[in-house]
């Protein structure tokens, strides 16, 4: 099973400030990631498709990079709906596996 | 607006059984695979089952496989999960989630629906 490893696990910022979130994978993936955003009693949400690909209705303040083992969720100066939990998920092969979530707060 | 809701939660003891529902509306249900992953308790998520367009494949990771089984009615809008033999470990909320493929992402999730295996 491919392992997805996300760092920090908790991430404390100030409104306005921007963020990177990694998530590396136990091999190779090539850009078979995706992020989602799951706020506080909410159901999960797709915020970026294979590894960089926008999702539309998702504010442009959130991109995606990476490719291989090291992938990245950035956030473009921060904004107070921002304040969840964060999950990477990989489709490269099955069984799917999701990292353990980074956890973004207010400083 | 695509829109899933699940139903068939509740309390369950060890070894027993029980079949979750989700109602699909807003888009051509038959067009798409269609998923459950679970989240126990402030924990992460979990895949659980994937099933085809036609239900014809189905696919599970081994933590469930062999006791958990998915299934879908087209004609209904809806899916199904079957879960026997239950354990605790199972305790989760589980949410049905449409997938894209052959991208294998979920797209849209349903609001959950919270299963407890305890005596």
């Known amino acids: 099973d491919i392992v997805l490893t996300q760092s920090p696990a908790t991430l404390s910022v100030t409104p306005g400030e921007s963020v990177s979130l990694s998530c590396r994978a136990s091999?190779?993936?090539?850009?078979?990631i995706h992020w989602y955003q799951q706020k506080s009693n909410e159901s999960p949400r797709l915020l970026i498709k294979?590894?960089?690909q926008s999702i539309s209705g998702i504010p442009s303040r959130f991109s995606g990079s990476g490719s291989g083992t090291d992938f990245t969720l950035s956030i473009n100066r921060v904004e107070s709906e921002d304040f969840s939990v964060y999950y990477c998920?990989?489709?490269?092969?099955?069984?799917?596996?999701f990292g353990s979530g980074t956890k973004l707060e207010i400083k | 607006e695509v829109q899933l809701v699940e139903s068939g939660g509740g309390l369950v003891q060890p070894g027993r059984s029980l079949k979750l529902s989700c109602a699909a509306s807003g888009f051509t249900f038959s067009n798409y695979y269609m998923a459950w992953v679970r989240q126990a308790p402030k924990k992460g998520l979990e895949w659980v089952a994937t099933i085809s367009t036609s239900g014809s494949r189905t696919y599970y990771p081994d933590s469930v496989k062999g006791r958990f089984t998915i299934s879908r009615d087209n004609a209904k809008s809806s899916l199904y999960l079957q879960m026997n033999s239950l354990k605790s470990e199972d305790t989760a909320t589980y949410y049905c989630a449409r997938m894209m493929v052959p991208y294998y992402y979920f797209d849209y999730w349903g609001q959950g629906v919270m299963v407890t295996v305890s005596s």
């Open positions: 998920q990989q489709s490269y092969s099955l069984p799917l596996t």
């Open positions: 294979y590894a960089s």
């Open positions: 091999q190779g993936i090539s850009t078979s």
